[in-house]
């Protein structure tokens, strides 16, 4: 459901898409100096702290750099409140329109009494949202939409949902009668599964409501029966051995090590003897060469909104699979860049 | 002092939030014209001779002093160490 802005919200998501385009230029500045300051990308450091701390050391003459830095982080700490004021400018019958959409079709939005948000979620201002997921009663519209495509879509327009059908095709799962997903958020990925196998019932949960009623609204568009539960991917309550495929997509960088492996192992129970798990998510470190990494996760945990990713990115997720009895386990980048990256096995037979 | 605040000082927040600002008014400003000069209103030389009326100046007052208090606040926040 596209709206129309207002012109106050309308000229500042145009603002943001300018930064972002003065930002770009501003990065090539930075490339020149780090070539003239004498950044050798071949003597970054393998641990990923000391190559940070060495890139900063390098660059830290660069105006440049600092110019970019002030500018990301302004983008960072305003695009949501700018996108927040934007999406309430446009008046009540706006929420009321929203309400009414994810009221409307087969979809089911399950919120089970006795539900707290766990730590590493409760509060955190992911990706910088303001408030975090649950900052503002219709934040899964604000960024699943009004942000993709008031701002994300006109700086770099790829299709997400051929990224997520990579992911969704990853396994050797032909016919999925059942999937279970593990943070659904706004649906994209939850698109991308019903995309590539159209008579699979899909469960999906997520700790945020907000973002549920924007994948639910996705999902009654197109007349899809997802049952979407508010809850946590280690503990969905959902039956034993009732799924042939369990899944996610960039939810392993969100959460502490400890509950990944709590995913896995949730994983596991879920799944039907035979059934195989799939995550995707960004390369761990050693997948890219080691300035793309930088770029990538620099300043992450702080600046980024990724207070987990840095951990993520240092863990051996094949590993952690393989010691959650998962057997036939594979770790490989699907598309350019090695993204997204996947992680993936089967349940064994009882047999085997 | 945080590794946010030294990515981006209060001096140049303010700058940036100023710029957002004044990049709304002058799309503001550009649409205004426009439609104006397509349905036969006022001249441009008319906006600029106008003196405001006591009411429209205590709206122009209200809605001054909510746009600094909103640009400004960096200036004064609590330091964050």
């Known amino acids: 459901m596209d709206i129309a802005?207002?012109?106050?919200?309308?000229?500042?998501?145009?603002?943001?898409?300018?930064?972002?385009?003065?930002?770009?230029?501003?990065?090539?500045?930075?490339e020149a100096d780090a070539v003239r300051l004498g950044l050798d990308p071949a003597a970054l450091p393998e641990d990923f702290a000391a190559r940070e701390a060495h890139y900063n050391r390098i660059m830290a003459p660069s105006a440049a750099l600092k110019g970019v830095e002030a500018i990301e982080e302004w983008m960072s700490a305003h695009h949501g409140v700018i996108a927040i004021e934007a999406f309430e400018e446009t008046g009540p019958e706006t929420a009321e329109a929203l309400e009414a959409a994810a009221a409307a079709?087969?979809?089911?939005?399950?919120?089970?009494?006795?539900?707290?948000?766990?730590?590493?979620?409760?509060?955190?201002?992911?990706?910088?949202?303001?408030g975090g997921w649950d900052g503002h009663p219709h934040m899964g519209y604000?960024?699943?939409?009004?942000?993709?495509?008031?701002?994300?879509?006109?700086?770099?327009?790829?299709?997400?949902?051929?990224?997520?059908?990579?992911?969704?095709?990853?396994?050797?799962?032909?016919?999925?009668?059942?999937?279970a997903e593990f943070g659904t958020a706004t649906g994209h990925y939850t698109t991308a599964l019903q995309q590539s196998y159209p008579?699979?019932?899909?469960?999906?949960?997520?700790?945020?409501?907000?973002?549920?009623?924007?994948?639910?609204?996705?999902?009654?568009?197109?007349?899809?029966?997802?049952?979407?539960?508010r809850a946590v991917g280690e503990d969905t309550g959902w039956p034993d051995a009732a799924f042939d495929l369990v899944t996610s997509y960039i939810i392993m960088h969100e959460a502490p090590v400890a509950i990944n492996r709590a995913h896995l192992n949730e994983a596991f129970r879920l799944l039907r003897p035979g059934g195989w798990f799939c995550f995707s998510d960004f390369a761990p470190l050693g997948a890219n060469d080691r300035m793309h990494e930088l770029k990538l996760f620099r300043g992450a945990a702080q600046a980024g909104g990724e207070p987990w990713a840095i951990d993520y990115i240092q863990t051996d997720m094949g590993e952690e699979a393989r010691r959650a009895g998962?057997?036939?386990?594979?770790?490989?980048?699907?598309?350019?860049?090695?993204?997204?990256?996947?992680?993936?096995?089967?349940?064994?037979?009882?047999?085997? | 002092?945080?590794?946010?605040?030294?990515?981006?000082?209060?001096?140049?927040?303010?700058?940036?939030?100023?710029?957002?600002?004044?990049?709304?008014?002058?799309?503001?400003?550009?649409?205004?014209?426009?439609?104006?000069?397509?349905?036969?209103?006022?001249?441009?030389?008319?906006v600029d001779g106008f003196t405001p009326p006591s009411d429209l100046q205590a709206q122009l007052d209200a809605a001054r002093d909510a746009y600094l208090r909103s640009v400004l606040a960096p200036l004064t926040r609590a330091s964050a160490d």
């Open chain 1, 5 to 30: 802005l207002k012109q106050r919200g309308r000229a500042s998501m145009d603002y943001l898409v300018g930064m972002a385009v003065f930002m770009g230029a501003g990065r090539k500045t930075v």
């Open chain 1, 199 to 229: 008579g699979a019932e899909i469960w999906g949960c997520d700790p945020s409501v907000p973002a549920l009623k924007h994948a639910q609204r996705a999902a009654n568009r197109h007349g899809w029966a997802w049952k979407l539960l």
């Open chain 1, 142 to 179: 604000i960024h699943g939409e009004l942000i993709h495509r008031h701002l994300l879509n006109r700086i770099r327009p790829i299709d997400i949902f051929a990224q997520r059908r990579l992911a969704a095709g990853a396994t050797p799962v032909k016919d999925p009668s059942r999937i």
């Open chain 2, 1 to 46: 002092m945080n590794i946010l605040t030294e990515r981006l000082s209060p001096q140049t927040e303010v700058i940036l939030n100023l710029t957002r600002e004044l990049w709304v008014m002058k799309d503001r400003m550009r649409t205004l014209e426009a439609l104006l000069a397509a349905g036969g209103g006022p001249s441009t030389e008319a």
């Open chain 1, 326 to 352: 998962f057997v036939d386990v594979e770790a490989k980048g699907l598309g350019p860049n090695a993204y997204p990256f996947a992680v993936m096995g089967r349940k064994p037979e009882t047999a085997e």
């Open chain 1, 105 to 130: 079709g087969p979809s089911t939005l399950t919120l089970k009494d006795g539900f707290v948000a766990p730590d590493y979620w409760e509060g955190i201002e992911f990706h910088r949202t303001s």
